[in-house]
């Protein structure tokens, strides 16, 4: 079984930075893509951020593009989000999610098995 815990979020001013952690369990995710989703409210969930499984190669979406990072250490079973220069547009529950394969860093949800229970960001005016 998979655990994925987000940690990291909350009340941030426009303009600032925060920095997301997803803490997963299990002795696989050193060989598994992994990705970053967001969910506005009364939004379908879209996709923000993937990484291959060995940080080799990376995908954001183009509203995030040169303001976000996704990164990985495989060796504390962490992914990352560096999130800089929000805009309240950015304000969702962000969730990390696992895919079975080592190297898709698409945006489909459904190529993802296993998620977080999701961390909220704000980001005001």
């Known amino acids: 079984q998979v655990q994925l815990v987000e940690s990291g979020g909350g009340l941030v001013q426009a303009g600032g930075s925060l920095r997301l952690s997803c803490a997963a369990s299990?002795?696989?995710?050193?060989?598994?893509?992994m990705g970053w989703f967001r969910q506005a409210p009364g939004k379908e969930r879209e996709f923000v951020a993937a990484?291959?499984?060995?940080?080799?190669?990376?995908s954001y979406a183009e509203s995030v593009k040169g303001r976000f990072t996704i990164s990985r250490d495989n060796a504390k079973n962490t992914l990352y989000l560096q999130m800089n220069s929000l805009k309240p547009e950015d304000t969702a529950v962000y969730y990390c999610?696992?895919?079975?394969?080592?190297?898709?860093?698409?945006?489909?949800?459904?190529?993802?098995?296993?998620w977080g229970q999701g961390t909220q960001v704000t980001v005001s005016s």
């Open positions: 299990g002795r696989t995710f050193s060989i598994n893509a």
């Open positions: 999610a696992r895919a079975p394969s080592m190297a898709y860093i698409g945006s489909r949800t459904d190529q993802y098995d296993y």
């Open positions: 990484i291959r499984w060995d940080g080799g190669r990376t």
